[in-house]
Each structure stands twice: as structure tokens, then as C-alpha cells.
């Protein structure tokens, strides 16, 4: 039994993960072939060969997630060759990081932040985002794509033989990823040519690694009826997933029962709320900063934080700053950073001691109100999570049956009972023992057990590692978690009756797809008819809700409420007007399927053939609708 | 002469470093400036008390040999020398300055300048030293005792892993006080270099448009 052969679709020798972070990439791999019995999956992290200063070639385990636009007159030819191309023509990684450090307008950052954002056309060419006309702009959707291949790159250097559109590759995704920024994530990928391509969901990736790294123990760790909260704070993003484990003809099974709302903010936050707080105490003291300052402060934080987090005995740590010129001495900024301070700013600041029903202060801000970022307005991450287990309380019910509820605010909420953290900001202790004492004092407020912290490996390459192992899973071994969409989707109708003035036409929502639809599977088409215009775009409006969970396709709510369907940005069908006269209204039904690949589609189905066949015709509709 | 026994410790771990680091870059500098084999060999001789000083050896340390003809010595062989790589050199300068400001703290005149200066300064060079080290090299000690006590050496010790100092007579076994743990690199991942690019420059003239 030591040879494995492979079959079908799954001929690759390596099944591939990819974390395509707001910060940083990873791509990390397992070799199929070198499975055996007695030899579990070992997952390996590609070394990824980058410019770390003009003309110099590192190798380091993460592929920083920036781009630089450089002058023509910024950077010799040679200087920014790289192992696999003389003539290299862009510039990302650590070298765009660092550049970008003195030169900002320069610098493409948060790609993944602005794929995500519904207020902006991802495909138009804006980033850098405000800085001079003469800047070359990249659009969100490419610079995805060139991080893509710079690991497609390196990958191929390293196995010519094995080129990485030929193997199983597992590409992250944030699990509060919207249906458009999953596709617009596929079609990144689809750049590449990945012959094998499967999206997953980062918090479950983070929960892949866990497993793998307990082997067959895990099933030790946790028992039937458990909720297993995930928490990933990365650099840019805070994501949340819950998890019910369930039993299944004597099994032990995992199911992806909910995921929180998309909210911008992480680790980089922390950095700059310690600079900023630097920044005025040296303020106070008649120093005033220049911008470059700032940065270096923002950098000194970080490194300086990472000792005040740990559980030791430093109390202060020193920020020096040495000038830009070639005189050190005399003109080196310096100031001390105190655990105090750590302990004000982040943990009192981002992690406050809240009780369960303080939720997040601000609403959203209007994503068509700025072409900036939707960072989160509330900085806490306690009322986020707060917010998300309260709006999630009857997430397991369908799963675990339903929980007797009390009613009183203090325990209406969904109660794990285990916690797996993830991500760069949690591997201080200080943070993660904060975390799980805030829900663990929810939980005691409620009469319930503490939950229990499963111990997690690696959090700033688990989420790739993760990936990698979850494409040895899909072959049939191990443990799968099932999820299939985290949300219902639904497109408005405006309801016929006489208009009345000052009010709005009251809305209805038609269920185009169910909750927890699985991958590769697909609706049927609603009974409810749409007239489409030929030639024309016709837009929809687009809801998505990540509690109602019973809703089946075709269903047309009249009532919902507040908070229950959240409005997503319009779809569009566009209808060619071949073979059928411009103008014509034909009327359509509108079926959903989700693709092995794990994205979202939304189809208009012509009630009657325009051409006399049997089999009607089909239009795509688009999520990403473009100005 | 007043030392500020308070001050000390930081300066001094840093002046260890760097001086550790510079006479790793001199030495490799030393030995790339040399072309061929008699320069080395009279510096053997220099070392070696037992030789018999010649005036050539003795009068001079500038590193070009008089003549090639001029031999002191009955039969020299020929030593088998590598030329150190002036660019890996230059690369660890260029590393050292880019994160530590190397080159721009030892051009700096400490003499008017207060410790507490110095001090602000210093760690910058040795935080940026530090990581420096820490990225591109594996160090490890070669002793494993503590220093300032009684260790013994096996016969088949390694010369050029430690080296007796002091009352050097009789055979090995040897015992004696171990003074420095020594260091040794187990593993160096210094960046790649492109072809074309000017190692000689260690850090570009910045200019802020």
C-alpha cells in the first residue's frame, strides 16, 4: 500500500495552499505521492524568492502583499531582476514594502481590502489610490493577480517539473467574503490557468490546521454538541466563523454554522494607534513629527509591542529614531513605550471589558459616501465579537437543536465552548488570554461552562498550511467541514401597488439562494417571472442575510427584520440582442448554483426558448456591476 | 580617569558586537587585498615565534612583498589561499548599514558627545545589528560550559575550535579555565545578488523630491 495512485481530476502531485492575505502571502504545499500509511501529510512553506532591496534576492516564507510603481528614473533594470526573469517589470514583496516605506504615492497596498469594497469599480485602474496622475495605477483586481504570479513564479523555479496550474490549489478567502469578492477572487485566479481551484474559507483553514496538527487526537479535543468559535485577527481583517461539531452514523463531524460581517481591522490598526499615541506624547514634549518620522515610530511599535505583549518582565521598551542623514549622533528621536501604555492603547482599546450586549458604537459608513477604505468605525474588538454571538444565537439550533433561551439579554447568545484563535495579533498572550477571559465572563453571566482554548500551531502560516491539508482532504481522508454558503441571497421586488406619495414602494425578497447551499450543487428556478429588456442592463437589488437559514429558494419575504437582510450592491443581466429584437421584454426566471470552485452564481433562465428548442437560454448575471 | 560603571553594560555589548563584526569584515577585506602566496606566508611567520625574524618581516606589515626571490626560508611550499569575495564583504557592510547604520555610527567623532547620546544612538546600531545577525546568520557557541570554569580538553580536540592560551606545555588531555564560549556560524543565508548590480555602493544618497 505505499504507492497512492491517483485518479481523475486529481492527478497532481501537490495539493497547494495559498493565503492571499491583506498583509502578507503564503503558499504552502504537500506532496501527495508521499503519503503512505505510516507517513502522515507533511506540509511544507514555499520559501519565496523576493527583492528585499534593490538588487538583492531574499527567500522568506511570506511575500509581503505590496506593490510598487516605481519613476523610470527611480531603479536600474538589473536591480529589480529576480531569479526566473531578467527584465522584470514588477515590483512586489518586500522590496515594494520598503520603497514604498519613503516613497507612499508609490506604494499599492490592501488590495485585498479594496477587492472586497463594494463602493468602487475593482476592475478600474486606481491604485496607488490618491496619489498624483503620473503614477501608473493598478486596478485591485490586477495586483491580485501579480501577487498570484510572483508565487506562480517562484513556484515554477523551484519544481519546473510541477508547474502550480497543474496542481491541487487551495486559495483563502475571508469568510465574510461577499459573492462578488469571491468571484472577482476566482477570476484573479483564473489568470493562472489553476486546473484544480477550490476557495475556502480562512477560518476554516485555520480549523484544517488545528487538525492536522492534533492528527488523529483531535477528535480527543472536542466532543458532540460543541461550538467552536474561531477567531483570525490578521493584519487588515477581523473574521469570525462558528463551528457546531455534530455526529454523524457514530462520526464526528464539522459544520460551518455562521460567519460574521466583513470588518476592517487588525494588527496594522494596533501599530498606528501606538504610533499616534507616541506621537502626542512627544508632542507634549515640543517635538513635533514629520511623516517619515511617523512611519519609523509605526515600525518601532511593532517590534516593541511584541515584548510588552509577552508575559515578562520589561516594563518599558526604548524608541529610538536616528535621523535620515548620515549624523547619528545628536539627532536620534527618542522616547520609551511602557507596558502601561501597550496596556491602555491596545488592550484597554481594542480588547475593552464589555458586557454582551454593547455592540459595535457606529453603523457601517456608507460605502458610496468616500472612495477610501470601510475601515470598522468601532476600534473594540470585544463589541465585535459581542455583536456577532448575539446575532448568531440560534446559528447551531438547526444542527444541535435548539438551546432553551431565557430571554434575558445576558444570555441570549450563542455560547462556545471551545475557541480556536488565529492570525498575527493573537500570538500575543497577553491579547488571546484577554480574548477568552471577555467570553469567558459572558459565559459565566450566563450560567454557562467556560470555554476551553484549543491550542493552535503557527498563526501567521496555519491559515495556508491549513489550505494545503484541506486539499487532501477533499480526496476523501480526514475529517471535511461542511458549510456551503454562509448566507441566504435574495433579490428585491418591488411589490405592485398603488404608488403612494412620500412613502416608498414596499419591498419584497425573493430567495434566489438557500443557506448552506453546497458547492457543485444548484437551485431550481423561481416561479416568480422578471421581464428583461433586450439589450439593456437591467439591475436588481441584492440582499444577503447570515441568519435566516430556512428560507428556500423561490420563498418571497414581505417582512423581515431589522438588521435580518442586509442590502449588497445591485446585480445586473445584461441580454444580447442576438437573434431577438432590441427592446423586447423577455420575460426570465432566476436560478442560483454554486461551482466546485466555491463561487456564487446567479443565472436568468428565458421562460420560453426564443429559438422553438427545448432547452431555454441561459444569461449570467453579474455581482461586480460596473459604472 | 572616571568610568560610569552604570552606563556600561549597554555600550559595551554593543562595542563587542561591533568590533566582533568588524574584524570578521577587515579580515575578509585582508584576505581578498591579498594576490598571492608570500604575503600570507610572511604573516605566518610573524606569528610564529619560533621562526627566525628576517628584516623583511619584521620592519614592515604593508602587504606588498618586496620580491618574490627574497626567501628567508629553505623550502616554503606554496600555501593554497582563497580569495574571500569582496562582494559578500561589501554585502554585509551594505546589510549592517541599511538596518544598523553601521558605517554612519564608526564615522561618527564620539568625543563630543554626551553617553546619553551615544547611548540613543547605540541602539539603533545594535537592535539593527542584532537583527542583522539574527536574519542572515545561525550562531551558535562552541563551548557549552559556563565561562570561568575548570574544563577539560580530549586529545582529539579540535585546534581551531579552541585555542590553549596561557601555560601551554605537556600533552592532552589538557584542563584549564575556559575563558570565551567562542561562536561559531552553523548556517548563513545572506541575500543573492543580481548580476549588474553595484555592490560597492552601501547605501544610495537619498534625495526627498
Known sequence: MSEMHQTGESAARYSIGIDLGTTHCVLSYLDLSAITEDSPAEVEVLAIPQLSQPGLVEEQPQLPSFMYQPHEAELQPSDIALPWNANQKVIAGTIARYLGSKTPIRLVASAKSWLCHSGVDRREAFLPAGSPDEVKKISPLDATVEYLEHLQQAWDYKFPDTPLCEQQVTITIPASFDPAARELTAEAASVIDFQHLTLLEEPQAAVYNWIKACGDKWRDHVTLGDIILVVDIGGGTTDLSLIAVTEDQGNLTLNRVAVGDHILLGGDNMDLALAYRLKAKLAAEGKELQPWQIQAIVHACRDAKEQLLLENDIDEVAISIPSRGSKLLGNTLRTTLSRDEVQQTLVEGFFPKVSIDEHPLAARRSALSQKGLPFAQDPAVSRHLAA???????????????????????????????????????????????????????????????????????????????????????????????????SAYYVGIESAMPAIPGMEAPLEALCVAPFGMEEGSETKASEAEFGLVVGEPVFFRFFGSNVRRHDEAGMQLDYWQEGELEELPEIQATLPAEGRRAGEVVPVRLAAKVSEVGTLQLEAIAVSSATGNDKPERWHIEFDVRD | MNFDLSSLPTTFDMLHLILAALSLILSALFLTKSKNGPETTKAQNLQSPVSEPTPDSVSTLAPEPKSAELKPEPEPTPALLKTASPDAALQLLTLLQQDARFIDFINEDLSSFSDSDIGAAARVVHEGSKKTLNTYFTLEALRNEDEETRITLAEDFNASEVRLTGNVVGEAPFTGTLIHKGWKVSEIKLPKIAAGHDVSILAPAEVEL
Do not use: C, H, M
Not at chain 1, 410 to 422: C, D, E, H, R, Y
Open chain 1, 388 to 486: 456577532f454571538l448575539s446575532k448568531q444565537v440560534a446559528a447551531a439550533d438547526d444542527v444541535l437543536g435548539a438551546n432553551d433561551v431565557q430571554g434575558t439579554d445576558a444570555s441570549n447568545f450563542i455560547k462556545p465552548s471551545a475557541i480556536l484563535f488565529n492570525g498575527g495579533v493573537l500570538k500575543s498572550p497577553v491579547l488571546a488570554e484577554r480574548t477568552l477571559a471577555i467570553i469567558n465572563q459572558w459565559l459565566s453571566q450566563a450560567a454557562a461552562e467556560p470555554a476551553r482554548l484549543l491550542s493552535d500551531s503557527d498563526l501567521d502560516l496555519g491559515v495556508s498550511i491549513g489550505a494545503s491539508y484541506y486539499g487532501y482532504v477533499k480526496q476523501g481522508q480526514g475529517v471535511r467541514i461542511r458549510g456551503g454558503l454562509a
